[in-house]
């Protein structure tokens, strides 16, 4: 069976919070498909040329890949021309050997509509992504996480700072390459107190615990 | 000598009149902070000019705990994150899964979870009601709250084996049926609730005291709520009907009858309002599922091995704080790629520095109680 592609109209919309969404009949088919032709893509793609990278759709949501210097561009324009008022979550993805290195993901939900859009942009590492805390004030310390777990700084940020590790601590923890435990988390997270290779080992008895 | 030629004669010594402006630590470690919450106080006398919350040292790196293990080991740690609320978040990340792989869960699992969902939303807004109300000097109800709450502990401890963290849900369905007999004791419960909250609503809805504290502080609108990202009863409490329950139905909630509660102020005392009338939803809703339970399978077609397309999903649910979502990124693995939590908790304290400024210091106290966060979850 052919993967059934209707995405709601944007114009035919609910009101706000109100009417419920079908309930999935089917389960989603599995593999995603091209979403070039729905109608948010198209409205983006027109509303701020040269940004709409690719676009799919799987089980229902629609992801969008934009160009990593239009993030800010896109947001503005989803926000107030398309009405995704509510910024659910900003989050990032370490793809390690891929280049961009980074997808920085965005998912955004509109109340009219009842429904989200997801938007992501590749990163490079050391790459600035623009920020879009002055857009959606939600994102701001969301984008701080990003920054502390995954090194990806934010232009235009109004306070970039590490939110859930501190200040001077060695590394980004959800990056792939970072270790799990052993010698080199010793050396990532307390530099002065274990140079790279000198720390005690997870089965080393004088293994010193910081607790 | 008085304090205005004092101040002349010694311009450098500060006088009792002039704004001092103050840096006060509160927290980690501060019973009213519910967890391991630190802000830096900025105050000139009682009157908070700044805050700023300094979160994360409850950071266990969960995140990165889920892509090292396969996908249904990464249950029980969802358990940690909002620990108050359990199932809610078994739920969530259950849901993402199952999104992801298309499986469908069978009718009686969907609607015990439902239960075990309305159950969580109950106790842990019991746990909210006691301890805000102890925050603001009201002890009493702590005792009624942790009463009704201990009972659906003992649910959860007969349905489960643990009475926090739950580990209740799997992939496509539950871990086990329900015991003989307990749909009916939770029947019973659920007929004693109403007059329980009216007890609870005694002890405070009309209190003068508790109004004194509550009415007009930290007042947020809809819209900025919305701004901020903030969901669950503070997003209710200022006027916008939006649930996620209603709005994006997960398992039966389509069929199932309850209100939305909302109020306009959004204020302290409503956002108190707010979760009482929510719990007494949550009472109709468990009503409801007992009415409609039936025998039936607990789980879907699963295989053995979960290893989803590669693919990405996102699904939330409205867990008793907000809308707690999970994203799931999977590389066709039996493990996820990566797994991302959107905590309500995280968000909602966001907008806590906006709330507290320009209150009082003890008002910071019933502020912390209203945005109702959960470390666990905020530094996961």
Known sequence: MAEEKAPPPPTAAPAAGGEAKPKEAAPPKLGATDASGHPWVRSLSSGVPDAVVSAKEFA?????????????????????????????????????????????????????????????????????????????????????????MFGIRFAGHPDLRRILTWEGFNGHPL????????????????????????????????????? | MTDENRAVEHPEVPTLFDVQEMELNFGPQHPSTHGVLRLVLKVDGEKILEAIPDIGYLHRGTEKLFETETYPMGIPHTDRLDYVAAATNNHAFCL???????????????????????????????????TSGIDLGAVTPFWYAFREREQILDF??????????????????????????????VAEFVDDLPARIDDYEQLLTDNRIWKKRTV???????????????????????????????????????????????????????????????????????RQCIERIEPGDIRGKVPRVIKPPAEEVYASVESPKGELGFYCVSNGTNRPYRMHCRPPSFINLQALPRLAKGHLLSDLVALIGTVDIVLGEVDR
């Open chain 2, 216 to 286: 007009g502080i930290g007042v947020i609108s809809g819209e900025e709520c919305i701004e901020r990202g903030l969901t669950g009863p503070l997003l209710r409490a200022s006027g916008v009907e939006w649930d996620l329950r209603r709005a994006q139905p997960y398992e039966c909630y389509d069929e199932l009858d309850f209100a939305i509660p909302t109020r306009v102020n959004g204020d302290t005392y409503d956002r108190y309002i707010v979760r009482v009338q929510e719990m007494r939803q949550s009472a109709r809703i468990l």
């Open chain 2, 156 to 185: 959860f401890e007969e349905y489960c084996g643990a009475r926090l963290t739950l580990n209740c849900m799997r992939i496509g369905g539950l871990p086990f049926d329900l015991t003989p007999g307990w749909v009916e004791r």
């Open chain 1, 175 to 211: 990056r792939k390459d970072f270790p799990l435990e052993g010698i080199d988390t010793g050396a990532a997270i307390y530099p002065e107190e274990w140079p790279e290779g000198a720390g005690p080992g997870p089965n080393d008895p004088n293994r010193k615990v910081v607790s």
């Open chain 2, 96 to 130: 993402t899964i199952e999104k992801l792989l298309g499986v469908e869960v069978p009718r009686r699992a969907q609607l015990i979870r439902v239960m075990l969902d309305e159950l969580q939303r109950l106790s842990s807004h019991l746990v909210w009601l006691g």
């Open chain 1, 60 to 148: 229902r949501q629609v992801t969008v890949v934009v160009k990593r210097e239009k993030v800010a561009e896109v947001a503005r324009y989803l926000k107030e021309k398309e009405d995704f008022r509510y910024c659910v979550d900003v989050t990032a993805v370490d793809w390690k050997k891929r280049e961009p290195r980074f997808d920085v993901v965005y998912h955004f939900y509109s109340f009219s509509k009842n429904d989200r859009i997801r938007v992501k942009c590749g990163a490079a590492d050391g790459e600035e992504v623009p920020s879009i805390a002055s857009v959606y004030l939600a994102a701001d310390w969301s984008e701080r996480e990003i920054w502390d």
